[in-house]
């Protein structure tokens, strides 16, 4: 991966879509620099002072010119507009059954953890030709996670989940970027992405000592830190059960519905006085500076295995 190159190669099933738009707009720009520059040039020197160039006559204004160079780039633009919100949209869908990555960055390193509790820093293997859906946010300031193989970049915000998957379609080692100025360190904060044979990613999962599934870790820290003396059916509190809760539709104190997603989850257990579930008292306490970002996504893990078909353990290889 130290080789210059113009372009970095294609490795994900997104490169080529995004590389031919980009090349039809720089093949529609050169045209059109051709097309303004080379008839200038020639007017340049046939009309230029002393030649002898027929300037009689000189023609003002054509209606057939200007509808035309202004129909034309008009539906250039809008067929280009199409072309690329086709694209974005495809892009923007996550398909399913995507092995999940859990994304942190921090000012000036990214830190990530697989659902089978593997964590690294600054580097993600993963298996080729599987998606791979990576949760990412930060513990400080915006940045931006960009793997120019994959041509995929997703901002990294403070107290928001966004997310950004990709399919590596070939084995090697790729660049990560941070493409949000982030401070000081801001060019330092780099990584690399591997890329390898299902086996050889199975045998890495096992490398160094063994982890506890994310799952696993969130079921620790919701008995640790208390959640499960409120949140359970013998619990002395009125307390909403979460079994099943992820992705229902939520009906909250003020009238209004929400879908119970990973941002929900997370405001309940930072913010808990932002959305109040019908029937129940804002009774939760907020906590907010008491859990890791991590700490936070390994719950919001946890919560969302409970009361579904797969047992807690499912990340576990
Ligand atoms: C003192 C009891 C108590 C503790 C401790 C507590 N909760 Fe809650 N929690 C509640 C109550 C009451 C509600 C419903 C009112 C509300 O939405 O704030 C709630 C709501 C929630 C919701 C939204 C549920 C829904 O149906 O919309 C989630 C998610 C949640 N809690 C997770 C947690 C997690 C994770 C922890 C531990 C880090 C925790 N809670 C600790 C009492 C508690
Ligand atoms: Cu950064």
């Given at each position: 991966?130290?080789?210059?190159?113009?372009?970095?190669?294609?490795?994900?099933?997104?490169?080529?879509?995004?590389?031919?738009?980009?090349?039809?707009?720089?093949?529609?720009?050169?045209?059109?620099?051709?097309?303004?520059?080379?008839p200038i040039l020639y007017f340049c020197i046939k009309y230029r002072r002393?030649s002898a160039a027929d300037r009689?006559?000189?023609?003002?204004?054509?209606?057939?010119?200007?509808?035309?160079?202004?129909?034309?780039?008009?539906?250039?633009?809008?067929?280009?507009?199409?072309?690329?919100?086709?694209?974005?949209?495809?892009?923007?869908?996550?398909?399913?059954?995507?092995?999940?990555?859990?994304?942190?960055?921090?000012?000036?390193?990214?830190?990530?953890?697989?659902?089978?509790?593997?964590?690294?820093?600054?580097?993600?293997?993963?298996?080729?030709?599987?998606?791979?859906?990576?949760?990412?946010?930060?513990?400080?300031?915006?940045?931006?996670?960009?793997?120019?193989?994959?041509?995929?970049?997703?901002?990294?915000?403070?107290?928001?989940?966004?997310?950004?998957?990709?399919?590596?379609?070939?084995?090697?080692?790729?660049?990560?970027?941070?493409?949000?100025?982030?401070?000081?360190?801001?060019?330092?904060?780099?990584?690399?992405?591997?890329?390898?044979?299902?086996?050889?990613?199975?045998?890495?999962?096992?490398?160094?000592?063994?982890?506890?599934?994310?799952?696993?870790?969130?079921?620790?820290?919701?008995?640790?830190?208390?959640?499960?003396?409120?949140?359970?059916?013998?619990?002395?509190?009125?307390?909403?059960?979460?079994?099943?809760?992820?992705?229902?539709?939520?009906?909250?104190?003020?009238?209004?519905?929400?879908?119970?997603?990973?941002?929900?989850?997370?405001?309940?257990?930072?913010?808990?006085?932002?959305?109040?579930?019908?029937?129940?008292?804002?009774?939760?306490?907020?906590?907010?500076?008491?859990?890791?970002?991590?700490?936070?996504?390994?719950?919001?893990?946890?919560?969302?295995?409970?009361?579904?078909?797969?047992?807690?353990?499912?990340?576990?290889?």
């Open positions: 991966m130290d080789q210059f190159h113009l372009f970095p190669p294609q490795a994900s099933t997104s490169a080529q879509e995004v590389d031919h738009l980009y090349f039809t707009l720089i093949l529609i720009s050169l045209f059109f620099i051709t097309v303004v520059f080379l002393g009689s006559n000189p023609l003002n204004g054509s209606n057939l010119i200007e509808v035309g160079w202004t129909t034309l780039p008009t539906l250039m633009g809008l067929a280009l507009f199409g072309w690329g919100a086709v694209d974005y949209f495809r892009i923007e869908r996550k398909p399913a059954n995507a092995l999940q990555v859990q994304v942190v960055g921090k000012q000036w390193m990214w830190k990530v953890q697989h659902a089978e509790g593997k964590q690294e820093i600054n580097e993600l293997h993963i298996p080729v030709d599987r998606t791979i859906a990576l949760t990412l946010t930060s513990q400080d300031v915006i940045h931006s996670f960009f793997v120019p193989a994959f041509r995929v970049k997703q901002d990294v915000v403070p107290g928001k989940y966004t997310s950004e998957w990709f399919k590596p379609t070939r084995p090697g080692e790729y660049h990560i970027f941070c493409s949000q100025y982030c401070g000081t360190q801001h060019a330092k904060m780099i990584g690399r992405v591997v890329v390898m044979q299902p086996e050889a990613y199975a045998r890495w999962l096992q490398t160094g000592e063994q982890t506890e599934s994310i799952v696993r870790s969130g079921e620790r820290l919701f008995y640790d830190r208390g959640c499960s003396g409120c949140h359970s059916p013998n619990s002395k509190f009125h307390a909403p059960l979460l079994q099943g809760l992820y992705r229902k539709p939520v009906p909250l104190a003020d009238g209004t519905m929400v879908t119970a997603d990973d941002q929900y989850l997370r405001d309940s257990i930072l913010q808990p006085a932002k959305q109040i579930s019908a029937g129940y008292d804002n009774i939760m306490p907020s906590f907010s500076g008491h859990l890791t970002e991590e700490e936070i996504m390994q719950l919001i893990a946890y919560v969302k295995s409970i009361g579904r078909e797969e047992s807690p353990d499912q990340g576990k290889p």
